[in-house]
Protein backbone atom coordinates (compact mmCIF):
# COMPACT_ATOMS: atom_id res chain seq x y z
CA UNK A 1 0.00 0.00 0.00
CA UNK A 2 2.73 2.35 1.13
CA UNK A 3 4.56 1.54 -2.38
CA UNK A 4 1.08 2.13 -4.05
CA UNK A 5 0.76 5.76 -2.49
CA UNK A 6 4.26 6.55 -3.16
CA UNK A 7 3.96 5.54 -7.40
CA UNK A 8 0.85 7.59 -7.58
CA UNK A 9 2.63 10.80 -5.22
CA UNK A 10 5.43 10.34 -8.09
CA UNK A 11 2.67 10.17 -11.04
CA UNK A 12 1.16 13.32 -9.52
CA UNK A 13 4.59 15.23 -9.57
CA UNK A 14 5.48 14.31 -13.16
CA UNK A 15 2.38 14.80 -14.34
CA UNK A 16 2.35 18.30 -12.62
CA UNK A 17 5.78 18.73 -13.94
CA UNK A 18 4.60 17.75 -17.03
CA UNK A 19 1.72 20.27 -17.19
CA UNK A 20 3.69 23.32 -16.25
CA UNK A 21 6.21 22.38 -18.96
CA UNK A 22 3.48 22.30 -21.75
CA UNK A 23 1.86 26.05 -20.28
CA UNK A 24 5.34 26.95 -20.41
CA UNK A 25 5.81 25.97 -24.45
CA UNK A 26 2.56 27.18 -25.26
CA UNK A 27 2.72 30.59 -23.56
CA UNK A 28 6.32 30.71 -25.51
CA UNK A 29 4.40 29.70 -28.50
CA UNK A 30 2.04 32.55 -27.62
CA UNK A 31 5.12 35.03 -27.66
CA UNK A 32 6.41 33.88 -30.61
CA UNK A 33 3.37 34.13 -32.88
CA UNK A 34 2.56 37.42 -31.59
CA UNK A 35 6.31 38.40 -33.15
CA UNK A 36 5.35 36.94 -36.47
CA UNK A 37 2.10 38.32 -35.92
CA UNK A 38 2.52 40.73 -39.86
CA UNK A 39 0.39 43.21 -38.21
CA UNK A 40 2.51 44.26 -35.45
CA UNK A 41 5.99 43.32 -37.56
CA UNK A 42 6.90 44.52 -41.31
CA UNK A 43 8.42 40.60 -41.34
CA UNK A 44 5.86 39.70 -43.96
CA UNK A 45 5.43 42.90 -45.94
CA UNK A 46 7.34 44.53 -48.81
CA UNK A 47 8.13 47.80 -49.74
CA UNK A 48 6.67 49.19 -52.83
CA UNK A 49 8.49 51.58 -55.20
CA UNK A 50 5.89 54.26 -56.43
CA UNK A 51 7.83 56.32 -58.18
CA UNK A 52 8.96 59.92 -57.75
CA UNK A 53 10.55 59.57 -54.48
CA UNK A 54 7.16 57.62 -53.39
CA UNK A 55 7.04 54.19 -51.47
CA UNK A 56 4.43 51.87 -50.10
CA UNK A 57 4.72 48.92 -47.64
CA UNK A 58 2.42 46.18 -48.90
CA UNK A 59 1.38 42.48 -48.59
CA UNK A 60 3.91 40.32 -50.25
CA UNK A 61 3.70 38.53 -53.57
CA UNK A 62 3.37 34.72 -53.03
CA UNK A 63 6.79 34.55 -54.56
CA UNK A 64 8.57 37.41 -52.94
CA UNK A 65 11.33 37.74 -50.33
CA UNK A 66 13.60 35.44 -50.86
CA UNK A 67 17.38 36.13 -50.93
CA UNK A 68 19.71 35.04 -53.23
CA UNK A 69 21.64 31.77 -52.00
CA UNK A 70 25.14 33.70 -52.42
CA UNK A 71 24.12 36.97 -50.59
CA UNK A 72 26.45 37.94 -47.69
CA UNK A 73 23.96 37.40 -44.43
CA UNK A 74 24.10 40.37 -41.68
CA UNK A 75 24.15 39.98 -37.87
CA UNK A 76 22.54 42.71 -36.32
CA UNK A 77 24.20 42.91 -32.98
CA UNK A 78 23.55 45.16 -29.57
CA UNK A 79 22.79 45.03 -26.14
CA UNK A 80 19.34 43.99 -25.04
CA UNK A 81 17.34 46.80 -25.56
CA UNK A 82 19.00 49.17 -28.24
CA UNK A 83 16.62 49.43 -30.82
CA UNK A 84 17.46 46.12 -32.65
CA UNK A 85 13.68 45.86 -33.78
CA UNK A 86 13.58 49.07 -35.36
CA UNK A 87 16.63 48.40 -37.02
CA UNK A 88 15.78 45.33 -38.08
CA UNK A 89 12.54 46.20 -39.54
CA UNK A 90 13.91 49.37 -41.44
CA UNK A 91 16.74 46.11 -43.37
CA UNK A 92 13.57 44.38 -44.17
CA UNK A 93 12.01 47.71 -45.73
CA UNK A 94 15.38 48.03 -47.48
CA UNK A 95 15.74 45.20 -49.22
CA UNK A 96 12.41 43.23 -49.27
CA UNK A 97 14.42 39.72 -47.74
CA UNK A 98 13.64 37.42 -45.10
CA UNK A 99 14.88 38.75 -41.30
CA UNK A 100 14.65 36.75 -38.16
CA UNK A 101 14.91 36.71 -34.66
CA UNK A 102 17.82 34.53 -32.73
CA UNK A 103 14.70 33.10 -30.10
CA UNK A 104 12.41 32.36 -33.30
CA UNK A 105 15.41 31.75 -36.49
CA UNK A 106 13.55 30.47 -39.70
CA UNK A 107 13.76 31.13 -42.84
CA UNK A 108 11.30 30.08 -45.41
CA UNK A 109 9.70 26.54 -44.94
CA UNK A 110 8.38 23.92 -47.24
CA UNK A 111 5.48 22.26 -46.23
CA UNK A 112 7.67 19.48 -44.76
CA UNK A 113 9.00 22.50 -42.67
CA UNK A 114 12.52 22.09 -43.85
CA UNK A 115 14.16 25.75 -44.63
CA UNK A 116 14.26 26.03 -48.25
CA UNK A 117 15.79 30.05 -47.83
CA UNK A 118 17.87 31.39 -45.48
CA UNK A 119 17.20 35.18 -43.74
CA UNK A 120 19.17 37.78 -44.88
CA UNK A 121 19.97 39.21 -41.31
CA UNK A 122 19.44 37.78 -38.07
CA UNK A 123 19.10 40.25 -34.74
CA UNK A 124 20.30 39.26 -31.64
CA UNK A 125 22.33 40.14 -28.21
CA UNK A 126 24.61 37.43 -27.81
CA UNK A 127 26.74 36.83 -25.95
CA UNK A 128 24.60 38.89 -23.33
CA UNK A 129 22.12 35.98 -21.54
CA UNK A 130 19.22 37.39 -23.02
CA UNK A 131 20.89 35.92 -27.02
CA UNK A 132 21.42 32.62 -28.17
CA UNK A 133 23.18 31.81 -31.23
CA UNK A 134 21.17 29.66 -33.16
CA UNK A 135 22.26 30.78 -36.83
CA UNK A 136 24.95 28.06 -36.55
CA UNK A 137 27.27 29.36 -40.05
CA UNK A 138 24.79 31.01 -42.29
CA UNK A 139 25.77 34.84 -41.60
CA UNK A 140 28.52 36.36 -42.79
CA UNK A 141 29.62 39.94 -41.52
CA UNK A 142 28.44 41.88 -38.06
CA UNK A 143 27.06 45.03 -37.75
CA UNK A 144 27.04 46.41 -34.03
CA UNK A 145 23.83 48.89 -33.26
CA UNK A 146 25.09 50.84 -30.12
CA UNK A 147 22.54 53.20 -27.50
CA UNK A 148 23.64 55.18 -24.86
CA UNK A 149 23.38 52.72 -21.75
CA UNK A 150 21.58 55.72 -19.90
CA UNK A 151 18.63 54.93 -22.17
CA UNK A 152 19.57 50.92 -23.21
CA UNK A 153 19.41 49.58 -19.75
CA UNK A 154 16.12 50.82 -18.73
CA UNK A 155 14.78 50.09 -22.12
CA UNK A 156 15.89 46.24 -21.32
CA UNK A 157 14.55 46.90 -17.96
CA UNK A 158 11.03 47.39 -19.96
CA UNK A 159 11.26 44.52 -22.12
CA UNK A 160 11.90 42.29 -19.12
CA UNK A 161 9.11 43.28 -17.65
CA UNK A 162 6.84 43.62 -21.08
CA UNK A 163 7.91 40.22 -21.68
CA UNK A 164 7.40 39.27 -18.09
CA UNK A 165 10.40 36.88 -17.47
CA UNK A 166 9.08 35.38 -14.57
CA UNK A 167 8.37 32.02 -12.82
CA UNK A 168 4.96 32.55 -13.25
CA UNK A 169 3.56 31.38 -16.75
CA UNK A 170 0.10 32.64 -16.45
CA UNK A 171 1.27 36.20 -15.40
CA UNK A 172 3.51 35.84 -18.77
CA UNK A 173 0.39 34.65 -20.35
CA UNK A 174 -1.99 37.82 -19.30
CA UNK A 175 0.96 40.05 -20.65
CA UNK A 176 1.13 39.18 -24.00
CA UNK A 177 -1.11 42.22 -25.76
CA UNK A 178 0.66 45.01 -23.97
CA UNK A 179 3.66 43.13 -25.29
CA UNK A 180 6.21 46.63 -26.51
CA UNK A 181 4.12 48.47 -25.46
CA UNK A 182 3.49 48.77 -21.29
CA UNK A 183 5.89 50.02 -19.12
CA UNK A 184 6.48 49.73 -15.50
CA UNK A 185 5.90 52.07 -12.76
CA UNK A 186 9.22 53.82 -11.33
CA UNK A 187 9.34 52.45 -8.25
CA UNK A 188 9.49 48.86 -10.20
CA UNK A 189 12.46 50.09 -12.31
CA UNK A 190 14.36 51.89 -9.02
CA UNK A 191 13.96 48.27 -7.68
CA UNK A 192 15.19 46.93 -10.36
CA UNK A 193 18.06 49.37 -11.15
CA UNK A 194 19.14 49.17 -7.74
CA UNK A 195 19.85 45.44 -8.29
CA UNK A 196 21.28 45.42 -11.44
CA UNK A 197 22.92 48.23 -12.78
CA UNK A 198 26.30 47.68 -11.54
CA UNK A 199 25.82 44.50 -13.28
CA UNK A 200 24.49 45.73 -16.72
CA UNK A 201 26.64 48.61 -17.60
CA UNK A 202 29.73 46.68 -17.38
CA UNK A 203 28.00 43.76 -19.57
CA UNK A 204 27.16 47.06 -22.09
CA UNK A 205 31.16 47.85 -22.09
CA UNK A 206 31.69 43.98 -22.60
CA UNK A 207 29.45 43.43 -24.93
CA UNK A 208 31.20 46.70 -27.09
CA UNK A 209 34.68 44.91 -26.39
CA UNK A 210 33.61 41.76 -27.12
CA UNK A 211 32.38 42.57 -31.49
CA UNK A 212 35.38 45.35 -31.62
CA UNK A 213 37.73 43.02 -30.57
CA UNK A 214 36.32 40.26 -32.75
CA UNK A 215 35.00 38.34 -30.06
CA UNK A 216 37.31 38.31 -27.30
CA UNK A 217 36.55 37.32 -23.74
CA UNK A 218 37.75 39.76 -21.08
CA UNK A 219 37.32 36.58 -18.28
CA UNK A 220 38.94 33.26 -20.69
CA UNK A 221 41.15 35.80 -22.17
CA UNK A 222 40.98 34.14 -25.79
CA UNK A 223 38.51 34.84 -28.67
CA UNK A 224 35.30 32.86 -28.27
CA UNK A 225 35.41 29.71 -30.52
CA UNK A 226 32.28 30.56 -31.97
CA UNK A 227 34.08 32.90 -33.73
CA UNK A 228 36.94 30.97 -34.65
CA UNK A 229 34.50 28.63 -36.22
CA UNK A 230 31.39 29.59 -37.23
CA UNK A 231 33.37 30.72 -40.49
CA UNK A 232 31.73 34.72 -39.34
CA UNK A 233 33.98 37.90 -39.31
CA UNK A 234 32.86 38.85 -35.88
CA UNK A 235 34.82 42.08 -36.09
CA UNK A 236 32.14 44.42 -37.43
CA UNK A 237 31.58 45.62 -40.49
CA UNK A 238 29.75 48.44 -39.43
CA UNK A 239 28.86 50.49 -36.28
CA UNK A 240 25.52 52.43 -36.16
CA UNK A 241 24.52 54.86 -33.46
CA UNK A 242 20.96 53.87 -32.61
CA UNK A 243 20.34 57.30 -30.71
CA UNK A 244 21.27 59.18 -34.44
CA UNK A 245 19.47 56.45 -36.43
CA UNK A 246 16.12 56.79 -35.00
CA UNK A 247 14.94 59.60 -35.79
CA UNK A 248 12.39 60.53 -39.20
CA UNK A 249 14.41 62.66 -40.88
CA UNK A 250 16.29 60.57 -43.26
CA UNK A 251 18.69 62.83 -45.80
CA UNK A 252 20.67 64.08 -42.92
CA UNK A 253 20.48 60.91 -41.14
CA UNK A 254 24.07 59.93 -41.34
CA UNK A 255 23.62 56.75 -39.72
CA UNK A 256 20.92 55.19 -41.74
CA UNK A 257 22.71 56.45 -44.87
CA UNK A 258 25.35 54.66 -43.73
CA UNK A 259 22.88 51.26 -42.87
CA UNK A 260 22.21 51.60 -46.60
CA UNK A 261 25.47 51.70 -47.79
CA UNK A 262 26.55 48.43 -45.89
CA UNK A 263 23.62 46.38 -47.60
CA UNK A 264 24.01 47.85 -50.78
CA UNK A 265 28.05 46.92 -51.21
CA UNK A 266 26.94 43.58 -49.41
CA UNK A 267 27.65 40.59 -52.08
CA UNK A 268 24.15 39.55 -54.32
CA UNK A 269 22.34 41.82 -51.90
CA UNK A 270 19.77 43.92 -53.45
CA UNK A 271 18.26 47.39 -51.91
CA UNK A 272 15.80 49.81 -53.02
CA UNK A 273 16.29 52.45 -54.41
CA UNK A 274 18.43 55.44 -52.80
CA UNK A 275 15.20 57.51 -54.34
CA UNK A 276 12.76 55.81 -52.23
CA UNK A 277 15.47 55.50 -49.53
CA UNK A 278 13.66 58.44 -47.75
CA UNK A 279 10.27 57.09 -47.64
CA UNK A 280 11.46 53.64 -46.37
CA UNK A 281 12.77 55.22 -43.34
CA UNK A 282 9.69 57.77 -42.93
CA UNK A 283 7.17 54.91 -43.48
CA UNK A 284 9.34 52.56 -40.88
CA UNK A 285 9.20 55.15 -38.39
CA UNK A 286 5.45 56.02 -38.61
CA UNK A 287 4.87 52.42 -38.53
CA UNK A 288 6.96 52.20 -35.47
CA UNK A 289 5.04 55.16 -33.71
CA UNK A 290 1.80 53.60 -34.96
CA UNK A 291 2.03 49.55 -33.94
CA UNK A 292 4.29 50.28 -30.95
CA UNK A 293 3.60 53.52 -29.40
CA UNK A 294 6.27 55.31 -29.91
CA UNK A 295 8.54 52.79 -28.34
CA UNK A 296 11.43 52.95 -28.70
CA UNK A 297 11.76 56.83 -27.70
CA UNK A 298 14.21 58.03 -25.59
CA UNK A 299 11.74 60.48 -24.13
CA UNK A 300 9.98 57.71 -22.32
CA UNK A 301 12.67 56.94 -20.24
CA UNK A 302 13.17 60.33 -18.62
CA UNK A 303 11.47 59.00 -15.47
CA UNK A 304 13.10 56.16 -15.15
CA UNK A 305 16.68 58.24 -13.95
CA UNK A 306 19.93 57.39 -11.95
CA UNK A 307 21.00 58.27 -9.16
CA UNK A 308 24.61 60.84 -9.17
CA UNK A 309 26.58 57.41 -8.58
CA UNK A 310 25.14 55.69 -10.75
CA UNK A 311 26.15 58.33 -13.04
CA UNK A 312 29.25 58.36 -11.60
CA UNK A 313 30.07 54.87 -12.50
CA UNK A 314 28.66 55.39 -15.68
CA UNK A 315 30.54 57.95 -17.01
CA UNK A 316 33.56 55.92 -15.64
CA UNK A 317 32.68 53.50 -18.04
CA UNK A 318 32.07 55.19 -20.92
CA UNK A 319 35.30 57.01 -20.42
CA UNK A 320 37.23 54.08 -19.76
CA UNK A 321 35.77 52.17 -23.54
CA UNK A 322 36.71 55.38 -25.31
CA UNK A 323 40.33 55.63 -23.61
CA UNK A 324 40.75 52.14 -25.01
CA UNK A 325 39.47 52.52 -28.55
CA UNK A 326 41.09 56.40 -29.06
CA UNK A 327 44.43 55.25 -28.44
CA UNK A 328 45.13 56.22 -24.62
CA UNK A 329 44.51 53.16 -23.58
CA UNK A 330 44.54 50.22 -26.07
CA UNK A 331 45.08 47.27 -24.26
CA UNK A 332 45.98 46.04 -20.44
CA UNK A 333 48.94 45.22 -18.89
CA UNK A 334 48.74 41.39 -19.78
CA UNK A 335 50.56 40.91 -22.93
CA UNK A 336 48.19 38.04 -23.69
CA UNK A 337 45.52 40.42 -24.35
CA UNK A 338 44.88 41.85 -28.13
CA UNK A 339 45.65 45.30 -28.66
CA UNK A 340 42.90 46.95 -29.86
CA UNK A 341 42.91 48.90 -33.10
CA UNK A 342 41.82 52.86 -32.39
CA UNK A 343 38.04 53.29 -33.82
CA UNK A 344 37.21 57.00 -33.99
CA UNK A 345 33.56 56.02 -34.86
CA UNK A 346 32.91 54.58 -31.91
CA UNK A 347 34.93 57.59 -30.00
CA UNK A 348 32.78 59.94 -31.32
CA UNK A 349 29.47 58.08 -30.42
CA UNK A 350 30.65 57.66 -26.97
CA UNK A 351 32.18 61.33 -26.81
CA UNK A 352 28.67 62.33 -27.79
CA UNK A 353 27.01 60.02 -24.94
CA UNK A 354 29.39 61.29 -22.15
CA UNK A 355 28.20 65.00 -23.21
CA UNK A 356 24.46 64.05 -23.10
CA UNK A 357 25.30 61.58 -19.92
CA UNK A 358 27.25 64.56 -17.77
CA UNK A 359 24.13 67.16 -18.75
CA UNK A 360 22.10 64.93 -17.27
CA UNK A 361 24.09 64.11 -13.85
CA UNK A 362 24.20 68.10 -13.56
CA UNK A 363 20.66 67.98 -13.73
CA UNK A 364 20.75 65.40 -10.37
CA UNK A 365 23.78 67.10 -9.18
CA UNK A 366 21.14 70.55 -9.62
CA UNK A 367 18.61 68.60 -8.33
CA UNK A 368 19.96 67.73 -4.98
CA UNK A 369 21.79 70.98 -4.87
CA UNK A 370 18.01 72.78 -4.68
CA UNK A 371 16.45 70.38 -2.16
CA UNK A 372 19.15 70.98 -0.05
CA UNK A 373 19.05 74.97 -0.51
CA UNK A 374 15.48 75.20 -0.38
CA UNK A 375 15.39 73.31 2.91
CA UNK A 376 17.84 75.58 4.05
CA UNK A 377 16.26 79.07 3.12
CA UNK A 378 12.91 78.22 3.75
CA UNK A 379 13.04 75.14 5.54
CA UNK A 380 11.31 72.09 3.99
CA UNK A 381 13.15 69.95 1.37
CA UNK A 382 10.98 71.61 -1.22
CA UNK A 383 7.73 74.42 -1.46
CA UNK A 384 5.10 73.51 0.43
CA UNK A 385 3.97 75.10 3.21
CA UNK A 386 5.01 78.24 2.04
CA UNK A 387 2.42 80.97 2.23
CA UNK A 388 1.78 83.10 -0.53
CA UNK A 389 4.62 85.80 -1.79
CA UNK A 390 7.90 86.24 -3.03
CA UNK A 391 9.17 83.65 -0.68
CA UNK A 392 7.11 81.15 -2.80
CA UNK A 393 7.56 82.70 -5.81
CA UNK A 394 11.54 82.43 -5.46
CA UNK A 395 11.38 78.24 -4.25
CA UNK A 396 8.64 77.52 -6.92
CA UNK A 397 10.79 79.09 -10.01
CA UNK A 398 14.30 77.26 -8.62
CA UNK A 399 12.19 74.36 -8.03
CA UNK A 400 10.23 74.42 -11.23
CA UNK A 401 12.92 75.87 -13.58
CA UNK A 402 16.31 75.00 -12.52
CA UNK A 403 14.57 71.36 -11.96
CA UNK A 404 14.22 70.21 -15.33
CA UNK A 405 17.15 72.40 -17.50
CA UNK A 406 20.82 72.48 -17.32
CA UNK A 407 21.74 75.48 -16.18
CA UNK A 408 25.33 75.14 -17.88
CA UNK A 409 27.47 73.01 -20.34
CA UNK A 410 30.09 72.13 -18.16
CA UNK A 411 30.17 69.93 -15.30
CA UNK A 412 29.69 70.28 -11.99
CA UNK A 413 33.72 69.27 -11.62
CA UNK A 414 34.88 72.33 -13.78
CA UNK A 415 33.68 74.75 -11.24
CA UNK A 416 36.39 76.72 -9.44
CA UNK A 417 33.71 77.17 -6.30
CA UNK A 418 30.85 74.98 -4.89
CA UNK A 419 27.75 74.64 -7.54
CA UNK A 420 25.35 75.29 -4.68
CA UNK A 421 27.20 78.97 -4.74
CA UNK A 422 25.96 79.19 -7.88
CA UNK A 423 22.55 78.47 -7.07
CA UNK A 424 22.38 80.46 -3.82
CA UNK A 425 23.52 83.32 -5.96
CA UNK A 426 21.17 82.45 -8.71
CA UNK A 427 18.62 82.78 -5.79
CA UNK A 428 19.32 86.15 -4.68
CA UNK A 429 18.95 87.17 -7.92
CA UNK A 430 15.14 85.90 -8.84
CA UNK A 431 14.58 87.34 -5.17
CA UNK A 432 15.57 91.02 -5.96
CA UNK A 433 13.91 90.78 -9.19
CA UNK A 434 10.71 90.18 -7.68
CA UNK A 435 11.10 92.51 -4.66
CA UNK A 436 11.87 95.14 -7.29
CA UNK A 437 8.85 94.30 -9.67
CA UNK A 438 11.06 93.38 -12.67
CA UNK A 439 8.12 91.76 -14.35
CA UNK A 440 5.82 94.59 -14.33
CA UNK A 441 8.11 97.73 -14.01
CA UNK A 442 11.59 97.18 -15.19
CA UNK A 443 12.58 98.56 -18.22
CA UNK A 444 14.43 96.03 -19.83
CA UNK A 445 14.15 92.64 -18.29
CA UNK A 446 15.95 90.31 -20.77
CA UNK A 447 16.73 86.65 -19.55
CA UNK A 448 15.79 87.22 -16.37
CA UNK A 449 13.30 84.06 -14.70
CA UNK A 450 14.53 82.19 -17.68
CA UNK A 451 16.40 79.14 -18.45
CA UNK A 452 20.04 79.27 -18.66
CA UNK A 453 22.83 81.05 -17.02
CA UNK A 454 22.22 84.00 -15.14
CA UNK A 455 25.46 85.51 -16.42
CA UNK A 456 23.56 86.10 -19.53
CA UNK A 457 20.82 87.89 -18.06
CA UNK A 458 20.03 91.61 -18.43
CA UNK A 459 22.37 94.00 -16.71
CA UNK A 460 24.18 90.98 -14.73
CA UNK A 461 28.08 90.61 -15.45
CA UNK A 462 30.37 87.46 -14.13
CA UNK A 463 33.77 86.41 -13.75
CA UNK A 464 35.15 83.46 -15.98
CA UNK A 465 34.23 80.94 -13.07
CA UNK A 466 30.59 82.11 -13.13
CA UNK A 467 30.43 84.31 -9.81
CA UNK A 468 28.39 87.32 -9.96
CA UNK A 469 30.87 90.88 -10.20
CA UNK A 470 28.40 93.17 -11.50
CA UNK A 471 24.92 94.25 -11.18
CA UNK A 472 24.19 97.30 -13.63
CA UNK A 473 20.96 98.14 -14.07
CA UNK A 474 20.67 102.33 -14.35
CA UNK A 475 17.30 104.21 -15.34
CA UNK A 476 15.81 101.18 -15.40
CA UNK A 477 12.66 101.72 -13.39
CA UNK A 478 13.98 99.24 -10.59
CA UNK A 479 11.51 100.18 -7.89
CA UNK A 480 10.85 98.67 -4.15
CA UNK A 481 13.15 98.36 -1.44
CA UNK A 482 16.96 98.64 -1.54
CA UNK A 483 18.01 94.95 -2.28
CA UNK A 484 19.77 93.38 1.08
CA UNK A 485 19.66 90.32 -0.96
CA UNK A 486 22.99 90.89 -3.23
CA UNK A 487 25.10 91.22 -0.03
CA UNK A 488 25.43 87.43 -0.06
CA UNK A 489 26.94 87.70 -3.25
CA UNK A 490 30.21 87.13 -2.86
CA UNK A 491 32.29 88.36 -5.63
CA UNK A 492 29.99 91.31 -6.25
CA UNK A 493 32.30 94.47 -6.86
CA UNK A 494 29.67 96.90 -8.92
CA UNK A 495 26.23 98.28 -8.41
CA UNK A 496 24.59 100.57 -10.36
CA UNK A 497 21.07 101.49 -9.74
CA UNK A 498 21.29 104.94 -10.65
CA UNK A 499 17.97 106.88 -11.71
CA UNK A 500 15.81 104.32 -10.55
CA UNK A 501 12.88 104.65 -7.83
CA UNK A 502 14.15 102.81 -4.60
CA UNK A 503 12.84 102.87 -0.94
CA UNK A 504 13.98 102.30 2.55
CA UNK A 505 16.94 101.91 4.08
CA UNK A 506 20.48 100.99 2.49
CA UNK A 507 21.07 97.67 4.50
CA UNK A 508 23.99 98.23 7.04
CA UNK A 509 25.30 94.98 5.74
CA UNK A 510 25.18 95.85 1.97
CA UNK A 511 27.36 99.06 3.16
CA UNK A 512 29.82 96.99 4.60
CA UNK A 513 30.54 94.70 2.07
CA UNK A 514 33.57 95.95 1.51
CA UNK A 515 34.90 96.40 -2.31
CA UNK A 516 31.35 97.08 -3.56
CA UNK A 517 31.08 100.33 -5.46
CA UNK A 518 28.01 101.41 -5.30
CA UNK A 519 26.70 103.97 -8.18
CA UNK A 520 23.65 106.39 -7.91
CA UNK A 521 22.66 109.84 -8.58
CA UNK A 522 20.56 112.61 -7.53
CA UNK A 523 17.64 111.55 -9.07
CA UNK A 524 17.41 108.34 -6.72
CA UNK A 525 18.83 109.54 -3.58
CA UNK A 526 20.31 112.81 -3.49
CA UNK A 527 20.48 113.08 -0.10
CA UNK A 528 22.60 110.24 0.75
CA UNK A 529 25.45 110.71 -1.37
CA UNK A 530 26.69 112.58 -4.49
CA UNK A 531 26.53 111.28 -8.11
CA UNK A 532 29.05 108.41 -9.05
CA UNK A 533 30.93 108.58 -5.72
CA UNK A 534 32.18 104.94 -4.66
CA UNK A 535 30.99 103.90 -1.29
CA UNK A 536 31.39 101.33 1.68
CA UNK A 537 31.53 101.32 5.51
CA UNK A 538 29.24 103.12 7.33
CA UNK A 539 28.97 106.11 5.59
CA UNK A 540 25.90 105.08 3.17
CA UNK A 541 23.64 103.49 5.73
CA UNK A 542 20.83 106.22 5.51
CA UNK A 543 17.22 106.68 3.97
CA UNK A 544 16.92 106.39 0.58
CA UNK A 545 14.00 108.76 -0.51
Known amino acids: MRKLLKSKGTLIIFIAISVYVIMVDINLQQRTHLLQDHKLLFRDLITVDLGDGNCDIGNPTEDGGESSVDAVRSLLVSYPGSGKRFTWTVIKALTNEEVADDWNFSGKLDVNGTNVSKP????????????????????????????????????????????????????????????????????????????????????????????????????????????????????????IDFDALYQREAESNEEFIKLYEVLEGSANVEVVSSQIRACVLESVYDWNALHQGGRPNPDLTVEYRFTIGQHDIMLTRLKSLRNKYDGTDNGSDSTSTPTRSPNPKLVSILNNYILRNEGERLVEVTNVLLRNMVEDLFGNENCDGLLAGTELMVCSYMEIVDNHDVILSESTDDFPFPYEEYLKERADLVRFYMNSNGSSTWSQNSGWMGKGDHCNWFGVSCTVEHRVHSIVLPNNNVAGDFPSDLESIYMLETLNLSMNSLDGIIPEEVCNKLGLNITADAANCDNIFDSSTSLYGSGCCDEVI
Open 120 to 239: LCVKTSWPHKEGIWSWNTMMDQVILLVRNPRHAIPSYHNMRFELDYSQNWAESYLHIPSTYKERPAVDKWVEWREAHFEVEILKWVEFIDFWLMGGYVESTGDIHDRCLTMEIDCIPKAI
